[in-house]
């Protein structure tokens, strides 16, 4: 008598006893498979008004019908595989711009049993919902390849890229064994993918350089971090304007003089000297974009193409007018602008 075994993503048949001779089968439809995605042995293949069943496995064997009786006959059969169902994909929006971030714990090729041979992964933008295979068969497709871990674990970050920023995507993932079985069609979340921002942060709000005299330089003792808070590489443009009310000081891209001050700055990791800053360094109201040269101490730290989440380190050389009309504190305003 027939004993049969299950396991989770197959099927086992054992045989007992003398030989299994025909199934009786009833009906006008007749299936033998677990769905349509994947054709090959082990599947009815029609004829005129009945069915077959091929063996294959061991010697050729087969059953065939005419019309009005249905049999099954004796003989071993390919039995199919299926990669296990993904159901805790999380997307969220990725660090740059139009990108997204997904995560999940691998299947298995067989249910939860072995490694998987690949994924497929399809995304659709809102409004078009991934919410069957054939919308999945359909999506656009992401070109990356990932490697699948072994069953239950997680699956390393993995991006998609060039995407429109600030527009909600769908994403499914299915995995694929070696022979081409794909699983069940994942859980399917949605998000947004980031959005294209030009944007500088500092560290600070102020700086005092404290009392000094006429026809002096100093450097700051502490630095100022610069960061990259966007989601672009950015070029920064400085500049510095005296802000006191009623001063005569003015900000010189030369030489102090009398009521001229200067103010430098450049990126590096160290505390540098005064004679490291150079006439590019001069900061001025108007501005000016961050070289290999300007702002630049020694061309291993720049303000020019900063990465998102990279940050500078910022020194400041102060250099007072070699006489002052006035007496007092004097106020000083850096900007830092975020350029493309």
Same mark, same amino acid.
């Given at each position: 008598m027939p004993i049969f075994a299950r396991r989770a993503g197959w099927v086992a048949l054992f045989l007992c006893g003398s030989p299994l001779l025909? @199934? *009786? #089968?009833?009906?006008?439809?007749h299936r033998i498979a677990?769905? $349509?995605?994947?054709?090959? *042995? *082990? !599947?009815? +293949?029609?004829?005129?008004?009945?069915?077959? =069943? =091929?063996?294959s496995l061991g010697a050729p064997v087969q059953g065939e019908t005419a019309s009005g009786a249905h049999g099954l006959f004796g003989g071993p059969m390919r039995t199919f595989f299926f990669p296990?169902?993904? &159901?805790? #994909? @999380? =997307? &969220?929006?990725? /660090? $740059?711009?139009g990108e997204l971030r997904l995560a999940w714990s691998a299947p298995g090729a067989d249910g939860r049993?072995?490694? %998987? $041979?690949l994924y497929k992964v399809r995304y659709s933008p809102f409004p078009a919902a991934i919410l069957?295979? !054939?919308?999945?068969? &359909? @999506?656009?497709?992401? @070109?990356?390849i990932v490697v699948p871990q072994l069953p239950n674990v997680a699956e390393p970050s993995f991006s998609i890229t060039g995407l429109i920023p600030g527009t909600t995507y769908f994403v499914a993932v299915e995995a694929r064994d070696a022979d081409g079985n794909q699983a069940e069609l994942s859980n399917v979340p949605s998000k947004w993918a980031q959005f294209s921002l030009l944007s500088v942060d500092i560290s600070s709000s102020s700086y005092d350089f404290g009392l000094f005299s006429q026809s002096t330089q100093t450097v700051s003792t502490s630095t100022i971090r610069v960061i990259n808070n966007g989601t672009l590489p950015s070029t920064w443009s400085l500049a510095a304007a005296t802000t006191t009310a009623g001063s005569p000081w003015v900000m010189t891209s030369g030489s102090p003089a009398p009521d001229r001050v200067s #103010?430098? %700055?450049?990126?590096h990791v160290n505390r540098p000297v005064p004679a490291q800053f150079g006439p590019e360094d001069r900061m001025v109201p108007q501005g000016q974009n961050s070289s290999a040269l300007a702002f630049s101490i020694d061309g291993t730290q720049?303000?020019?193409? +900063? %990465? /998102?989440? $990279?940050?500078?380190? #910022?020194w400041m050389l102060?250099?007072? /007018?070699? !006489?002052?009309? +006035? /007496? *007092?504190?004097?106020?000083f305003q850096i900007t830092v602008v975020a350029g493309p």
């Open positions: 025909a @199934a *009786g #089968l009833t009906g006008t439809s677990r769905d $349509a995605k994947t054709s090959g *042995g *082990g !599947s009815k +293949v029609s004829i005129s008004n009945g069915w077959r =069943v =091929v063996s296990g169902t993904i &159901t805790d #994909l @999380a =997307v &969220t929006t990725g /660090p $740059a711009s049993e072995g490694r %998987a $041979a069957t295979q !054939s919308d999945f068969e &359909t @999506a656009l497709d992401s @070109a990356n #103010l430098s %700055a450049g990126f720049t303000g020019a193409g +900063v %990465a /998102p989440t $990279a940050e500078r380190n #910022l102060l250099e007072t /007018p070699t !006489s002052s009309s +006035v /007496p *007092g504190r004097q106020d």
